[in-house]
């Protein structure tokens, strides 16, 4: 695994795990929730070596995940949507297969999931779908009452995520 920030660890489930998914880095983040009160209880990255083959990146991405789940009271977990750029089929390909492997870690944790487009989670988090990835993390960093802005982007994606999860979550039509 990566980088990691630890803020808080919760004695009561009632967690969200947010997950920008990515082969060479994975953000993640998981959110206490505790009625309308947000908490930061960890976020970072897992990275993969670019040297290795596929499957040992996906492994290791797989085992990084799985080492998340299992040391947090998880309730949910919410992931970024597979979009793809006609330009880069073959980016779209191997996100793909990053996303495959962090549902099967959360399917077999028994976890339910959610699924958010990019311009979704932006919309949520800003009201405007195409906002900037500093108006992302300034308003992650407001939401979460963050000292400073999170870095890197993807782990600040991550928490918007995993946010998105908590305000739609009750929502069955918010996830269609």
Do not use: W
Request: include cysteine.
């Amino acid at each position: 695994m990566g980088t990691q920030l630890v803020a808080d660890r919760p004695d009561a489930a009632r967690c969200i795990l947010g997950i920008d998914p990515g082969l060479n880095i994975t953000g993640y983040a998981v959110i206490h929730r505790d009625g309308g009160n947000l908490r930061l209880c960890e976020a970072g990255v897992v990275r993969s070596r670019a040297k290795d083959t596929l499957p040992e990146r996906l492994k290791e991405l797989s085992d990084g995940i799985r080492e998340v789940i299992a040391a947090h009271p998880i309730e949910l977990v919410a992931l970024e949507q597979l979009f793809s750029h006609y330009e880069r089929p073959r980016t779209a390909i191997l996100m793909g297969h990053a996303r495959g492997v962090i549902c099967l870690a959360a399917a077999e944790s028994g976890l339910p999931m959610v699924h958010y487009e990019p311009t979704r989670v932006k919309k949520v988090m800003t009201g405007n779908g195409h906002a900037s990835k500093s108006q992302m993390q300034l308003a992650v960093k407001l939401q979460l009452s963050l000292a400073t802005a999170p870095e890197p982007a993807d782990v600040a994606d991550a928490m918007a995520i995993a946010l998105t999860g908590h305000y739609l979550a009750g929502n069955p039509l918010a996830n269609a």
